[in-house]
């Protein structure tokens, strides 16, 4: 299915860019013997990984308090009572997971092309290298810091079109009773919950148990559990590792079942999901007029990657929306891309709050009308799209 003519969906330009900004086609296209959901066309890394990227991981307290709990489980788990243990985590942007071990005094590496994200992390003392990920990277990693007792990445690891090379390093980095646990965005909550926003330019692949259990296992990696997870809308933690060195957990058969009942591996199933999302804009867009007709204001919570893809999809333009508020520095004071809806400071939210909050940031919800009570007591509704379009206070 195609989305049309995309932006990088963290692509958040100034006004003096807006004539050189790069667009591709936004197309997912499901693999049936690898059981992916995967883009046709992606952007080259050096478009969306550079010493400017917009996406900073700190900014939720919630994925703050998820990564010290990820990270506190595998220092009580595969860490446990290793001398010396050497952790190395795949796409550490700001350093929200590896300072939980930085903490702990436990040696780390972090490898984060993104160098203005990178950079914060050094600040706070996280052992970082600024590059991309990749075999050739991993046997530099082995020869200056020995092999890795655990290999962590979350959100990285469908990033990467190159999946086997980073596979092989993976495989060649970690110790022979060592453990890679990487989660990413679901493809059967996708599926489920029409969350078409998960696809844009940085998601080349939506994984699922059995596309992993098959992408690894040629390179050694067998997959041992999984647990999902309600971060970013419904991921997967999968934990894998040399084949035959751990007992395998009963979850993973219990998910491939449920992925063959949920019919992840036929395409009818993505036919209907083509026509679900086609379904969820129209309905968007229906709300969204009507609001412009009656003289509504209308407000965007959250210049999230995701919303990239909602807004050039559905058509959303500064008719429909005045700015959307964002707490992230440096996407304050640029124009979203495609559409160019200004980005403003969430503080500007509540100066005078608007009649509707349009919910891009769906996936952090609960944190969200946590601190936005007082604009729901006034009478403000927010305007939610996954898994249908509703207008809710
Ligand atoms: N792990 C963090 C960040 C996810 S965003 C979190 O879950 O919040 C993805 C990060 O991966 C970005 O910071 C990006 O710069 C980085 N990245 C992209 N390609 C990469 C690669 N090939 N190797 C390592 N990191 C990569
Ligand atoms: P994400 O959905 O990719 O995690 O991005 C969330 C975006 O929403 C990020 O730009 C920060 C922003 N945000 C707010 O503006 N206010 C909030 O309360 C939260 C949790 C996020």
């Known amino acids: 299915m195609s989305f049309g003519r995309m932006p990088i ?13 790069y667009f591709f086609e936004l197309s997912p296209a499901f693999c049936e013997p690898c059981g992916v959901i995967q883009l046709v066309e992606q952007p080259t890394p050096d478009r969306m990984f550079h010493g400017r990227y917009a996406f900073h991981s700190g900014t939720s307290r ?13 220092i009580e788990g595969p860490l446990h009572g290793r001398a010396d243990p050497f952790v190395v985590e795949i796409g550490s942007n700001d350093g929200i997971m590896l300072r939980n071990f930085k903490a702990r005094g436990i040696r780390h590496l972090g490898v984060e ?3 203005n994200v990178a950079d914060l992390a050094r600040e706070q003392g996280i052992e970082t290298v600024s590059d991309f990920f990749r075999r050739a990277l991993a046997e530099r990693i082995v020869s200056e810091h020995g092999r890795a007792d655990t290999v962590l990445a979350a959100n990285v690891m469908c990033h990467i079109a190159d999946l086997h090379d980073v596979v092989a390093g993976i495989a060649h980095l970690l110790k022979p009773d060592g453990v890679l ?23 080349v692949f939506m994984f699922s148990v059995t596309s ?17 997870q309600p971060t970013h809308g ?57 609001m412009r007709d009656d003289g509504r204001r ?13 807004i050039n999809y559905c058509g959303i333009t500064l008719e429909h929306v005045a700015f959307i508020a964002d707490t992230t520095p440096i996407k ?31 996936n952090h919800e609960a944190e969200i009308r946590g601190k936005e009570r007082a604009f729901t007591a006034s009478g403000g509704r927010f305007i939610t799209y996954v898994p249908n379009v509703r207008v809710v206070s």
């Open 332 to 362: 304050q004071g640029k124009l979203s891309p495609g559409a160019h809806i200004p980005v403003r400071p969430a503080e500007e939210f509540s100066k005078p709050y608007p009649d509707y909050a349009l919910l891009f940031a769906w």
């Open 298 to 310: 209308v407000v965007g919570y959250g210049a999230t990657s995701k919303s990239t893809t909602v």
């Open 181 to 203: 646990i990487f989660e990413d965005p679901y493809l059967g909550a996708m599926i489920e919950k029409t969350s078409y926003d998960q696809v844009y330019d940085e998601h």
């Open 9 to 21: 969906a963290n692509g958040f330009l100034d006004p003096a860019d807006v004539a050189h900004e």
């Open 62 to 74: 919630a994925m703050q308090a998820h990564f010290q709990k990820f990270a506190t489980s595998t």
């Open 212 to 228: 992993v259990a098959r992408a690894f296992a040629p390179h050694g990696l067998a997959l041992m559990d999984v647990e999902e």
């Open 113 to 115: 092309p993104s160098t």
């Open 234 to 290: 419904g991921s997967m933690r999968y934990i894998l590792a040399p084949a035959g060195t751990r007992p395998v957990s009963p979850s993973v058969a219990i998910w491939l079942a449920r992925e063959k009942a949920q019919r992840l591996d036929r395409p009818e199933t993505y036919e209907r999901f083509r026509r679900n999302c086609e379904r969820s804009r129209a309905d968007l867009m229906r709300v969204l007029e009507s």
